[in-house]
Nanobody, 123 residues
Framework: QVYLEESGGGTVHPGGSLRLSCTAS????????IAWFRQAPGKEHEFVGVISWDGDKTYFEDIGEDRFSISRDNTKQQVYLQMNELQSADTARYYC????????????????WGQGTQVTVSS
């Protein structure tokens, strides 16, 4: 069992940066890949990126490939999503999820989720 809590969201101007944190509790954290998804109002969950259990590998698709990065500190049981050059299209609620299916971009492959943190990009 893994419990996750996201933090670090807020309002930022276009072109700005934010770093989101995902803090875990539970002894199994190290066994899980951690992914970030986001959801804008009226839309489905959208894959942002994922990091392997040991932090050695990350995978992104179109959204985060050039502007976002993910890192983790297993000693602190935290995962970080660094977002740069934010755009209004990045406005959404961001969630971290834990799973054991590898670096996959599918929402239903992750078993545990936090409550999310809101990111708003606005001038």
């Amino acid at each position: 069992q893994v419990y996750l809590e996201e933090s670090g969201g807020g309002t930022v101007h276009p072109g700005g940066s934010l770093r989101l944190s995902c803090t875990a509790s539970g002894s199994d954290f190290i066994h899980y890949a951690i992914a970030w998804f986001r959801q804008a109002p009226g839309k489905e969950h959208e894959f942002v990126g994922v990091i392997s259990w040991d932090g050695d590998k990350t995978y992104f698709e179109d959204i985060g490939e050039d502007r976002f990065s993910i890192s983790r500190d297993n000693t602190k049981q935290q995962v970080y999503l660094q977002m740069n050059e934010l755009q209004s299209a990045d406005t959404a609620r961001y969630y971290c999820g834990a799973g054991q299916s590898g670096l996959v971009p599918r929402y239903n492959e992750y078993d545990f989720w936090g409550q999310g943190t809101q990111v708003t990009v606005s001038s």
